[in-house]
């Protein structure tokens, strides 16, 4: 007798996203179009020195390098050295991913984490953390301070991610609370992995084009205290250069920890297209294009900002990044669908904060990642609505 198929696929949970779709559709009804402002994604152009670059590398017929081309890892290393204050990392060091999400979601797996051990993420936090935790079989729990947790699962602790600065609350982690955690995560054994991929994009105090200092990074040696033993540090090209497209991102840190990546994804076929790594090259090298870039956000920033505090909400952190972190005080979780319907009605679409743990009940996160046409639209609706 035929035996019917069994159940096939991983058990995840849903697609946050997908529950966002009713609200699309209020909004699309809007007489003068949507403005999204929900996931975040870049709509400016790729540099032109960017599209060149890839464009002079398509003659690919090669395999390229899991580890990544020498001149790729020598430019990953010297933006370290010029845009983090991480002098003299060792290329070998240094690994090209496929994106960071990729990265984010498998590195549980790929460092060996197995059923018992246990995945630390901040708070309010970008779901893949979770994710990445599952797919290893570990467990996923949410602490801003280590010794929030209770003895038991401290002792199981294998991996901390950090983000700073923060998806989705854009805050940042100072010297002070990142040295203070990876002296911590050293006394546990555990690896500190830091999402550091809207470094580029500090605000007011965070703003160094404005006169403030550069967003930290894990292997500054102000935080490491020159070791990276334990250390990685993921960065994308994604929001400072536009590359959403190109899936262009690296890893950095602990030499022992990177070559095991390296051979891991050997094995896999993780590998970053060649055209895509001399596009990567190009745009490290060329610090202009990022500033100009940046310019643009600071500008939809402040519009925005003012028309969401005109509207009657609070703007908490979001001294990083591409989005405003908002509420209404006293929100709860239902409340958050309440305001995204608000905003839907208004022809805006925006991200629910509950998508980011239970930390995140009340809050929704509006990107800036819209053309000026439509920040300006935005901002005049949320104008006509705030009477």
Not at 287 to 297: G, N, W
């Amino acid at each position: 007798m035929t035996q019917p198929p069994r159940a096939f696929g991983l058990d995840l949970p849903e697609y946050p996203w997908e529950s966002v779709a009713p609200y699309r559709r209020i909004a699309a009804e809007h007489s003068e179009g949507t403005v999204d402002l929900s996931i975040g994604t870049p709509v400016d152009p790729t540099p032109l020195v960017v599209q060149d670059a890839l464009a002079a590398a398509s003659d690919a017929p090669g395999y390229p390098t899991t580890h990544g081309t020498p001149a790729l890892r020598e430019a990953i290393a010297r933006w370290y050295d010029r845009r983090r204050g991480v002098p003299g990392l060792d290329p070998e060091q240094i690994m090209p991913t496929v994106g960071s999400k990729e990265l984010v979601a498998w590195l549980p797996l790929l460092l060996g984490l197995r059923a018992g051990d246990v995945v630390v993420r901040p708070s309010a936090a970008y779901p893949t953390y979770d994710i990445g935790a599952q797919l290893a079989g570990a467990e996923h729990v949410a602490a801003d301070d280590l010794d929030e947790l209770p003895q038991d699962v401290l002792e199981r602790v294998r991996l901390i991610w950090l983000n700073s600065p923060g998806n989705p609350t854009g805050a940042v982690v100072d010297v002070e609370a990142m040295r203070a955690t990876v002296e911590r995560a050293r006394e546990l054994g555990a690896v500190v992995a830091s999402d550091e991929c809207y470094a580029e994009l500090g605000w007011g105090e965070w703003d160094r084009e404005e006169g403030g200092q550069a967003v930290p990074s894990v292997l500054d040696p102000r935080v490491s205290g020159g070791d990276l033993t334990g250390l990685l540090s993921v960065y994308s090209l994604s929001k400072q250069s536009n590359l959403a497209g190109y899936r262009a991102a690296f890893v950095a840190g602990d030499a022992q920890i990177v070559a095991g990546l390296v051979n891991s994804r050997k094995h896999a076929g993780m590998i970053v297209p060649a055209p895509v790594q001399a596009a990567m090259r190009a745009a490290l090298d060329d610090d202009a294009h990022v500033v100009a870039q940046k310019a643009l956000y600071r500008a939809r920033r402040e519009r925005l900002r003012s028309a969401v505090e005109a509207f009657g909400l609070s703007i908490e952190h979001s001294e990083a990044g591409l989005y405003l972190w908002c509420r209404r005080d006293g929100c709860s979780a239902q409340d958050t669908w309440d305001l995204v319907r608000e905003f839907a009605e208004l022809g805006i679409v925006v991200g629910p904060g509950v998508f980011y743990g239970d930390a995140a009940a009340g809050f929704i996160r509006i990107a800036l990642t819209a053309s000026d046409e439509r920040i300006d639209a935005a901002v005049a609706r949320l104008q006509a609505a705030s009477g």
